[in-house]
């Protein structure tokens, strides 16, 4: 899959949890757990989109890939677009995956799954769901719910959103935030402006359907956890110090 580029979008000035990247779990940074689970994925190169000199430095030292992007970016898509652009003029890339930074327990698995699908299906865009096993995360406005239609045992997101949905539905899925981008769709993403459904729910990846980019979905069995707050972090802390 040498033909498939995966960016870490990162920054230190994350509104909930600041300084997340760098903080400190089980003697590694977070942006390293992430990083060595991307690399063991072997699904292509890893490159790490960053905007701060404290990042670059620990990258550097770390022996990391990474490039210098731009602050003033409206969303990790657009990181994830500037980095490509970088380094796809040494290298023609036909995927791109946007990892997220805050996934230090993300499957290598999970992440070639992922690929896998991309590639075997020509899809326009391809993330990851999970069926909801815990009702306390169908209510939770931090877990991302996604509705899906079924057809041919393939899975499409209809829509995103920070509700239960669909109304009482007997299963809910929760969406982990990871995508596959067609080079030529990360592209034309870019260039959309936000719609009012992406303004009201604070999701990205509406602007996709808003503007009628289908989102393929690819079923996992367990999500990884995100950590986007201090809280997140002793939580994860406290559910895996003896795993």
């Known amino acids: 899959m040498n033909n ?19 903080v400190n779990i089980y003697g590694k940074s977070m942006i390293y757990h992430v990083w060595e689970r991307a690399i063991k994925s072997k699904v292509g190169d890893v490159l790490v989109a960053c905007c701060d000199k ?9 022996k990391i890939k990474y490039v210098n992007t731009r602050k003033n970016l409206r969303s990790g898509t657009d ?31 999970d992440i070639r799954k992922l690929a896998s699908h991309i590639r075997k299906n020509n899809s326009e865009i391809a993330t990851l769901a999970t069926k909801i096993k815990d009702n306390k995360k169908v209510k939770d406005k931090n877990i991302v719910k996604v509705a899906i239609s ?11 959103s920070r509700a239960a949905i669909p109304y009482s539905s007997p299963c809910y899925y ?24 992406e303004k009201l729910e604070s999701l990205e990846q509406l602007r996709a359907l808003e503007n009628s980019i289908k989102i393929d979905v690819s079923i ?11 809280r ?3 939580n994860y802390l406290n559910t895996t110090k003896n795993n």
Do not use: C, W
């Not at 404290?54 to 770390?62: G, I, P, Q, R, W």
């Not at 791109?96 to 996934?103: A, H, K, S, T």
């Open 4 to 22: 498939s580029l995966i960016v870490i979008p990162i920054r230190m000035a994350s509104k909930r949890f600041p300084g997340k990247p760098l």
């Open 54 to 62: 404290e990042v670059a430095d620990y990258l550097k030292s770390n």
């Open 79 to 109: 990181r994830v677009y500037d980095a490509m652009k970088i380094v796809g003029k040494l290298k023609k890339y036909n995927y791109v995956i946007n990892l997220q930074g805050d996934l230090p327990n993300i499957d290598p698995l």
């Open 150 to 160: 079924k057809n041919n045992n393939k899975y499409k997101a209809i829509f995103f």
């Open 174 to 197: 929760e969406h982990v935030g990871i995508y596959a981008y067609d080079i030529a769709i990360l592209e034309k993403f870019i260039t959309l402006k936000q719609g009012a459904l």
């Open 220 to 230: 996992i069995n367990k999500a990884p956890i995100s950590i986007d707050t201090p």
């Open 232 to 234: 997140d972090l002793k």
